[in-house]
């Protein structure tokens, strides 16, 4: 088969990203319109602020992909646009300039779902790659532990009942005063705290084993911080990031070691935002290592939100499973893994 | 001279293509379904009962706003999509200025209302006027001119009442706005006014492709990638995050909500 060049866009949170890729694996373009310092001085994500940005930015980042890729849309087989889930305002920009380009140019469409993007990432990564292997999802607003039976074929083993990882992180960030965004900034003010200074409680979720729950952990740290507070204590902000960090790279690492062990995967990967975590990083490389499993973790730039791993995903959904979108294509905020 | 003219800043979604003095097509539906589903579909339709090749297209309208905030980015980025696609500029032509174009020629003072919220109306105020002076739109089909007499803007609808009565001349309405407050228009209105027709009282691209092509031969084209909508309004966060930082007067002091 000819190779096969898609352009993608993703516009899900607070990234207007646009790629040029090459066979769901080769990356010819990967541009990313970060809009994290205005969302900043908000202390997180304002939707209806990330939905104009997106609109202000977008043509020059497709522009941008296109160039940098030294191609033209004359060029181009297939469209992959993020249609879910993230925030709606922000999805139906990509999702209405992907179809308009698609209505002007005769370019066919596909919708893609971002946390099969995220999972995709590894694709990227790892050229020879393939299904089936276990992958835990890790962001701001998702956390999944999945088994990846055959390109875009999914069970999810567990997932987050109330807070997401990434968002557990925002939260406490904001509660120690390192503000947003709180993954990045716990990661690297952890590394001069003891991360067991403070013992944190380790959540688990009755009914199945593979769930997670973060909002418990989360107020622990809040109740320490007041504790301290009360009885007029000094806090040491890298100690509390520090233990905090390793209460959740705990959990994330017992939880997928338990399904490697239960399930015999010989391969697990991490996607998502808080992959890029530098202790999850190392603690899954050396819990896997361990158990003789193979360790796969997307660069830093996969794991943040961008649309190479939008265009690896149209690619499978396209070429291989045979999924096509229309005009009609909406934006649908809570959608779930393996729906359509 | 081609050119696709979109408007979803409203209720309806309306798209038209028109070319030089003809309008070739245009389809108009008022469903209560959204934009993001409705619109391209629409356009796909007719483009395809006119056989439209867009290597004929020159340019993409759109209404720009005011309007829903949503409404309006998802007809930007269809215009914005369609531009980048073609290499062709967009004519971003204010919502109202748009509307007001359904009742081209009248002799009445024109006043487009959208339901904004919030117990308010998007609103502006139009004549067609044959006099030379401050005629701020040029719109030199035929005989009139479209003369602005209130920008647009977002406004109480009893304080927009005392605007028009200031003007004392005959009026039409037009609009959702003109119909969801029609009570408070007819108690407050001492001047002569009508509700305009229902085939003229919504936005219609018809309307808006016609003022485009004025504003092509003036030159007042973007580049797609320029293109963003005139919201009139600020985000709810930014309103706030203004009156907190008004309030304790400090500028640019980051805040920090309690989690």
Same mark, same amino acid.
């Given at each position: ?46 939707? %209806? ?40 305002? =922000? ?162 690492? %017992? ?19 808080? =992959? ?9 490389? %050396? ?54 | ?133 401050? !005629? ?35 009026? !039409? ?53 320029? !293109? ?32």
């Amino acid at each position: 088969m000819e190779k096969k060049r898609v352009l993608a866009i993703e516009s899900s949170c607070d990234e207007t990203a646009a790629a040029v890729v090459v066979d769901g694996r080769e990356i010819l373009s990967n541009v990313i319109s970060s809009q994290i310092d205005l969302h900043t001085l908000y202390g997180g994500v304002v939707p %209806e602020i990330a939905s104009r940005k997106h609109l202000e930015r977008i043509n020059q980042v497709i522009q941008e992909a296109l160039d940098q890729a030294k191609l033209t849309l004359q060029d181009i087989d297939l469209i992959g646009v993020t249609y879910g889930p993230g925030l709606v305002g =922000a999805l139906l920009v990509g999702v209405a300039e992907a179809k308009a380009i698609s209505y002007a140019s005769g370019i066919p469409l596909v919708g893609v779902h971002h946390i099969e993007g995220h999972i995709c990432a590894n694709y990227l990564q790892y050229p020879q790659l393939k299904p089936p292997f276990a992958c835990l999802v890790v962001s701001g607003g998702h956390t999944h532990l999945v088994l990846v039976k055959d390109y875009g074929e999914y069970e999810i083993l567990g997932h987050t009942r109330d807070d997401a990882a990434g968002e557990a992180f925002d939260k406490v960030a904001r509660a120690i005063g390192l503000g947003y965004p709180g993954g990045p900034k716990i990661d690297k003010t952890a590394r001069e705290g003891d991360p067991d200074a403070i013992h944190f409680p380790r959540a688990k979720i009755a009914g199945n084993a593979y769930d997670f729950s973060f909002s418990g952990l989360k107020s622990a740290v809040l109740n320490y911080l007041n504790g301290c507070s009360m009885r007029g204590e000094s806090i040491s902000v890298p100690d509390v990031a520090a233990s905090f960090q390793k209460a959740v790279t705990d959990v994330l690492v %017992e939880h997928a070691m338990a399904a490697v062990e239960e399930y015999g995967f010989t391969r697990l990967a991490i996607a998502g935002g808080v =992959a890029s975590n530098s202790a999850l990083r190392t603690a899954m490389e %050396e819990a896997c290592s361990k158990k003789g499993v193979e360790f796969y973790r997307p660069a830093p730039i996969l794991c943040t939100d961008n649309a190479a791993m939008i265009g690896s995903a149209a690619y499978y959904d396209y070429y291989v499973r045979g999924l096509r979108s229309d005009f009609t294509l909406n934006a649908v905020p809570n959608l779930r893994l393996g729906e359509r | 001279m081609t050119i696709i003219a979109l408007d979803s800043s409203g209720t309806v979604a309306t798209v038209a293509i028109a070319r030089d003095g003809r309008l070739l097509a245009e389809y108009t539906v008022d469903n209560g379904m959204t934009h993001s589903q409705t619109m391209l579909p629409m356009l796909d339709a007719i483009t395809k009962q006119l056989n439209l090749k867009m290597e004929e297209v020159d340019a993409v309208a759109v209404a720009d706003g005011p309007g829903s905030f949503t409404g309006l980015r998802i007809g930007c980025a269809t215009a914005k999509g369609i531009g980048l696609a073609i290499g062709k500029p967009v004519i971003a032509v204010p919502t109202l200025e748009a509307l007001a174009c359904n009742v081209y020629g009248t002799q009445e003072l024109v006043c487009p209302m959208m339901n904004a919220r919030r117990e308010q109306i998007y609103t502006a105020l139009y004549a067609f006027t044959q006099e030379k002076g401050e !005629v701020r739109s040029q719109l030199e089909n035929g005989e009139y001119a479209l003369e602005v007499l209130e920008d647009q803007t977002a406004e109480d609808v009893r304080e927009w009442c005392h605007v028009i009565n200031s003007y004392a001349r005959p009026t !039409v309405l037009l609009g959702d706005g003109a119909d969801d407050f029609r009570s408070i228009l007819e108690e407050e209105l001492q001047v002569p006014y009508r509700f305009a027709p229902l085939h003229q009282n919504r936005q219609r691209a018809g309307a808006l492709a016609m003022i485009a092509m004025q504003y092509y031969k003036q030159g007042k084209i973007q580049d797609a990638a320029q !293109v963003r909508p005139v919201y009139l309004r600020k985000s709810q966060a930014e309103r706030e995050r203004e009156a907190r930082l008004a309030e304790s007067g400090t500028e640019g002091r980051s805040f920090c909500p309690a989690p």
